[in-house]
């Protein structure tokens, strides 16, 4: 069993800066490939970044490529999602979450995630 626990959200002004930090219990946490998802009021949940158990690769939605960058520290049990100029667009509850799984190319899908945090809200003002 895995626990997620997410910070590191906030209110912040458009094109403004957040990190979000999720930590991970377990001794596997370098077996685990990680993901971020965002959920917007009324909208599905939706793929925003992933990178895989050793951090060489990572995968972004279109919409925040450039802006966006997601990292991890295995020794720390920690990954990380740093946002920089945030749009009013990115405001939702953003989640962490980890799949045990090989890796197969669908890291966008959140089916494929086995263990999910709780959340934490962003929220970015115009």
């Known amino acids: 069993q895995v626990q997620l626990v997410e910070s590191g959200g906030g209110l912040v002004q458009a094109g403004g800066s957040l990190r979000l930090t999720c930590a991970a219990s377990g001794r596997a946490f370098s077996t685990y490939g990680m993901g971020w998802f965002r959920q917007a009021p009324g909208k599905e949940r939706e793929f925003v970044a992933a990178?895989?158990?050793?951090?060489?690769?990572?995968y972004y939605a279109d919409s925040v490529k450039g802006r966006f960058s997601i990292s991890r520290d295995n020794a720390k049990n920690t990954v990380y999602l740093q946002m920089n100029s945030l749009k009013p667009e990115d405001t939702a509850a953003y989640y962490c979450?980890?799949?045990?799984?090989?890796?197969?190319?669908?890291?966008?899908?959140?089916?494929?995630?086995?263990?999910w945090g709780q959340g934490t809200q962003v929220t970015v003002s115009s």
């Open positions: 990178i895989r158990r050793s951090g060489g690769s990572t």
């Open positions: 979450a980890a799949t045990t799984r090989p890796y197969s190319g669908s890291y966008y899908r959140w089916g494929e995630y086995d263990y």
